[in-house]
Structure formats: structure tokens, C-alpha cells
């Protein structure tokens, strides 16, 4: 099956730093999400983002299918960006499961 | 907004005991889906249902049964609980794109809160 690593696994950061997470992903995809997985347990979505660049204030992806990966940028993070952040793909051969990545989780220190 | 409701954020059961997690989405979704979590794993499928009626296996049905009466709501059962079954377990929902053919890609997917199981 498709495999899918988010890197790095984990980050700590100084409030109002900026951060780039990486997934990469082994085969061709029809979808990809990003989801922010806070204290409680649920995973908030933050882009449904099968190619090219989005933005929603301080985060913003972009996906790039032909290279198989895509990048998540968090600017001025602050301490409520803390998390982990999770990538999830779909393929078309198993239309409807979604595979992710482990996770990377990120730390912000006040 | 889309809304899943999981009928309980926190659940403890002894072994043996027969176990119920509801999911209820506000979409009109034709796809919901059940996975757990667990530290060190990452998220795994479980069950996932394309229709009312409909179910199929995911990566790790052993141990769990599912039910799809109505479009709204997705349940999974634990008919008789083991300790290793103590996880985070996390419904989800999607659109269906394409018209319902299977193969075809499917829509942005959507969590509930999660409900955090104990077994004893």
C-alpha cells in the first residue's frame, strides 16, 4: 500500500517562529488533507489540498502530486498552535480510505 | 459547518462487556468511517460504510462489528471487550464525489471528538 512520513517527527519552536512540515507520499493520490489533532483528541481540518496552494491566515499548504509531497507552513506560530499535525491521502484504486502519516508534533514555548 | 457527534467522550468498561459507540453526522454523507489510535500506531481503519446497509473491512476488523440502519449514523460495536481494545476511537464522515461508483475519489473528511475507551 501507499506509504506516507511526515517529517520532522517532532519540533519545538519559540512563540512567533515559522515552521514548514513535510509530507511525502509513495504513489499517486486523488486527495490530501492536512488535520491539526488538538489537546482533547479531534483532529480539526485545516486544508483539503490534492495540488497546488492554499491559504488560511497564519498556515498556508501547498501540494505538489507530481513530486508526491506536500509542505505546511505555520507562521508567527503561537502557544495554541501546539499539536500534532497529521497528513492524509486518498488513492483512487481505494477510493474512500484515507492513509496517514505518524504525525509530527509540534511544541510552542511562550 | 459539518458536525459529527460521537456519543461519548469518555467510556469505561469491564472485559466482556459488550460495548457501543455511537456516531451521528449532519451532512446527508454518504460515507462514514470508524478508526482507532493508538500511541507509537497512528490512526488505523476499522470499518468503513459506503451506504446505508453497507460495510466493508478495514486494516483491523477483528474484534468489531458495525451498523448502518440509517445515513445519519454509524455505530461500532465491541461484542465482547478486551483490554487490548482500550484506544481513542474517532468517526468520521465524507461526501461522496463522484455519484456513488466505488473507485472513484471521495470528499474532505470530517472527525468527531473521539471517544477515549478503557477496558478493565
Known amino acids: 500500500g501507499i506509504q506516507v512520513e511526515q517529517s520532522p517527527p517532532d519540533l519545538i519552536l519559540q512563540e512567533g517562529a515559522n515552521s514548514t512540515l513535510r509530507c511525502n507520499f509513495s504513489?499517486?493520490?486523488?486527495?490530501l488533507q492536512w488535520f491539526h489533532q488538538n489537546p482533547w483528541g479531534q483532529l480539526i481540518n485545516l486544508f483539503y489540498?490534492?495540488?497546488g496552494t492554499k491559504q488560511n491566515g497564519r498556515l498556508s499548504a501547498t501540494t505538489v502530486a507530481t513530486e508526491r509531497y506536500s509542505l505546511l507552513y505555520i507562521s508567527s506560530s503561537q502557544t495554541t498552535d501546539s499539536g500534532v499535525y497529521f497528513c492524509?491521502?486518498?488513492?483512487?484504486?481505494?477510493?474512500?480510505?484515507?492513509?496517514f502519516g505518524d504525525g509530527t508534533t509540534l511544541t510552542v514555548k511562550p | 459547518d459539518v458536525k459529527v457527534t460521537q456519543s461519548s467522550r469518555y467510556l469505561v468498561k469491564r472485559t466482556g462487556e459488550k460495548v457501543f459507540l455511537e456516531c451521528v453526522q449532519d451532512?446527508?454523507?454518504?460515507?462514514m468511517f470508524w478508526y482507532r489510535q493508538d500511541p507509537g500506531l497512528g490512526l488505523r481503519l476499522i470499518y468503513f460504510?459506503?451506504?446505508?446497509?453497507?460495510?466493508e473491512k478495514g486494516d483491523i476488523p477483528e474484534g468489531y462489528s458495525v451498523s448502518r440502519e440509517k445515513k445519519e449514523r454509524f455505530s461500532l460495536i465491541l461484542e465482547s471487550a478486551s483490554t487490548n481494545q482500550t484506544s481513542m476511537y474517532l468517526c468520521?464522515?465524507?461526501?461522496?464525489?463522484?455519484?456513488?461508483?466505488?473507485?472513484?475519489?471521495?470528499?474532505?473528511?470530517?472527525f468527531g471528538e473521539g471517544s477515549r475507551l478503557t477496558v478493565l
Open positions: 468520521a464522515s465524507s461526501l461522496r464525489l463522484a455519484g456513488g461508483l466505488a473507485g472513484l475519489p471521495d470528499g474532505e473528511l470530517f
Open positions: 504513489d499517486s493520490v486523488n486527495n
Open positions: 489540498i490534492p495540488s
Open positions: 492524509a491521502v486518498e488513492q483512487n484504486t481505494n477510493a474512500g480510505k484515507s492513509t
Open positions: 451532512m446527508d454523507h454518504e460515507n
Open positions: 460504510s459506503y451506504d446505508v446497509k453497507m460495510k
